[in-house]
């Protein structure tokens, strides 16, 4: 980190916002689409951390998205009471389908438990849920909104990160490729 970044403690800040996820469901995108030069969204970032969440002063919003955020989200609201939080969810067998073409084992109960506490945690506290499936420039345009109230959306930025979705078009590089090697 550099030396001129220092860290704050963010239980002083409104400022904060905090997305549930299950894995594969696009947290890392996610992560990306909310970090700009005015906030900061880290993916999976605090489980080094015990679940303990302090990102870089330089941000006037701060916030993270990841399963690790869905393991501390209880102790993260009590520690940011003030936070907004939203969930980020895909269903557990399309989560299967995408470990097992990866190679990857799965302990689907695990994910079914996850996914379960992920709606029950919005429904308790009427967070918005943006499902895997709709990564859509108006549902995401809503998560801008709800996590970073007051901050300006570069519209152009999102439709070309939109349009850059590699898992969406994983089909057709993977035909591209085969194509180029016949």
């Not at 605090?46 to 998205?65: I, Q």
């Amino acid at each position: 980190m550099p030396k001129t970044c220092k860290l704050i403690d963010m239980e002083r800040s409104t400022q904060t916002f905090f997305v549930l996820s299950t894995v594969r469901s696009r947290s890392a995108w996610v992560s990306n689409f909310l970090t700009t030069p005015t906030t900061w969204c880290g993916h999976d970032c605090l489980a080094e951390t015990g679940g303990s969440f302090r990102p870089p002063e330089a941000f006037f919003h701060a916030g993270a998205v990841g399963s690790d955020v869905t393991a501390y989200a209880e102790q993260l609201e009590a520690k940011h009471p003030r936070a907004r939080f939203a969930a980020l969810v895909r269903e557990p067998a399309s989560i299967a389908r995408s470990l097992t073409l990866l190679g990857l084992s799965i302990d689907e109960e695990r994910v079914a438990e996850q996914h379960a506490k992920i709606l029950r945690f919005a429904d308790d506290r009427d967070c918005p849920v943006f499902r895997f499936e709709d990564t859509t420039f108006e549902s995401m345009q809503r998560l801008w909104w709800h996590c970073v109230p007051g901050m300006p959306l570069s519209e152009a930025r999102l439709r070309l990160l939109i349009d850059f979705n590699v898992q969406a078009d994983a089909s057709a590089y993977a035909g591209r490729v085969r194509m180029r090697d016949v």
